[in-house]
């Protein structure tokens, strides 16, 4: 645990919505503040060439692209819904449809954001995790170690250093 723990204020808020979603994930496993957190994860990527990992960014533009897609889906449903129902809107007459599919597309957005903000969540834990301790890794599940060593030496042949 760290030995200096601060308390989170408004004033700091702005600050640390400004780091990448890596940096913070030390602050739910040991507690540290998120510019600790930040500056702790960040050392240890650049201690270990895992720059371009943080830049790469590839699991993170993915899931947004999958927000997006879920969000136009919702928004077909909206249409849909529209097309069935078209007395529920009847009082926009022309824009029915495009309120109906605007509605939708941000219901759809917001609700596939945050089941997809687990997915991200959880990857970038297992980033930090194996960068931190890919010996402890390696010991206690020998066999997804080697799987995930293989998949990176693919992909980072040249940064993953193992």
Same mark, same amino acid.
């Given at each position: ?16 919505? @400004? ?23 960040? @050392? ?36 849909? @819904? ?81």
């Amino acid at each position: 645990m760290p030995s200096n723990r601060r308390d989170h204020t408004i004033v700091s808020y702005p600050f640390t919505c @400004t780091l990448p979603p890596k940096k913070s994930h030390t602050v739910g496993m040991y507690g540290y503040s998120y510019l600790e957190a930040g500056k702790n994860v960040m @050392t240890l990527f650049h201690a270990r060439g895992w720059n371009i990992i943080i830049a790469d960014d590839l699991v993170s533009n993915t899931l947004s692209l999958f927000t997006l897609i879920g969000g136009g889906l919702v928004g077909c449903v909206g249409l849909a @819904t529209n097309a069935a129902f078209p007395s529920w809107l009847a009082g926009f007459e022309g824009a029915a449809s495009g309120i109906a599919f605007g509605f939708s597309f941000l219901i759809g957005i917001v609700i596939t954001a945050i089941m997809l903000s687990v997915v991200d969540s959880s990857v970038n834990t297992v980033l930090v995790s194996f960068a931190e301790a890919p010996e402890e890794f390696q010991q206690n599940h020998p066999k997804l170690s080697g799987e995930m060593r293989d998949a990176w030496r693919l992909v980072y042949p040249a940064e993953c250093g193992f």
